[in-house]
């Protein structure tokens, strides 16, 4: 695993200029720490370039689920994006509007869907026939139409790392071109369903925007395909999949206005048709840091291994995808030293950097994982029945 995040000592004191780290260091570690002001910066964005077009944003859940943070997504207008029975039970219980409600996922069950279609909420993303078989059964014997979108697998390439593409053909996510034909032609028998849309996700940490262009282009044709076919599809849903940058923790902002223009100028809207969106990650990355302490320092042969209390268990991107996130030492202005800094989990994948350049650090120092705060706290684990790591938000400390 190369490393490049090296940040230089006055970027990584600056980050904390407002929290002061003694009072870190009174807490016990690891912990997250979430940026309220980062936060409702960062929504507030994303809101700004999005209204231009009159364009619907979901929070996709599974980014970050934490109480506080669902309480103000859902405070400035957000609808919801759910990909399990749990999340929208979630996203009821936080008030998200029923009608702002989508879950997608490739495998729904039963106990999923009843919970979904008892929410009323506004779609189901349907990603293959046997599924569109049992929402349709499981909607009749309440009684209920429901709304559904195909999710469709438009063979778009998102140049991201292979475990977080979802858009290609051999990936599992979606109903492929080839099966539509024989969908719609049984489209009549599902007298419990309604279709709406479609709907599309590619992948996640996209940065180059041409793959946005691709995909508004092949959803052009897939609703030409559908008129065509006599079908009117007044919802469309773009899926998620917008970048952040973890190379300069200090760059809050995701390129919003960048991301919702390629679509505005490739896609070719109907009258009256919704457009939405599901942004998990560019909304909330950018708001949380991931902060451990320093256990022991290691000589190996020919490295220096800095032992941290933070493993895979808090932050399992990097073992998961080999992610890098940003690393700055808050505590130490001495000369720079390299290090491989690893968790103390029992898996030799529980590294999160090799030849890491900061000064030149000690036990007790503390050691702040940048841009974590989509799928980090969310993915920990009790694995080695290690805690889970708390939360702490800077509005409250
Ligand atoms: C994960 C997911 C998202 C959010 O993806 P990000 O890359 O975090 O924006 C959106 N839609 C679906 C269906 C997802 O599974």
Redesign the pocket.
Known sequence: MENVLTLDKETSQEMYNNVTVEKFNNIQTPFYYYDIDVLKNTLETAIKASSKYNYHI?Y?I??NANDRILDIIKDYGFGA?C?SGNEVSKALEHGFAPETI?F??VGKSDLEINTAINGNIKAF?VESVAELEVINELAAAKNKVVNVAF?LNPNVDAKTHAY?T?GLSENK?GINPWELESLVEKLPEFKNLKLIGL?F?I????LDMSVYKELAEKANNFLDWFEANDIKLPYMNF?????VDYDNPENKTPDFEAFFKVINENFNRRDNQEVHF??????V?TCGDMISKVLYIKKGLEKNFAIVDAGMTDLLRPALYKSKHAISNISSIEEEVKYDVVGPVCESSDVFATEFTMPKTRRGNLISFHTAG??GQVMGSNYNLRDLATEYYSDEI
């Open positions: 979901h996709a599974k980014a994006d990909v989508a997608a996922g993303h999710r977080i979802t996510f709907h996700h992948g996640s940490q996209i899926g998620g999949g917008l970048g599901e942004l998990g990650r560019s909304l990355a989509a799928y």
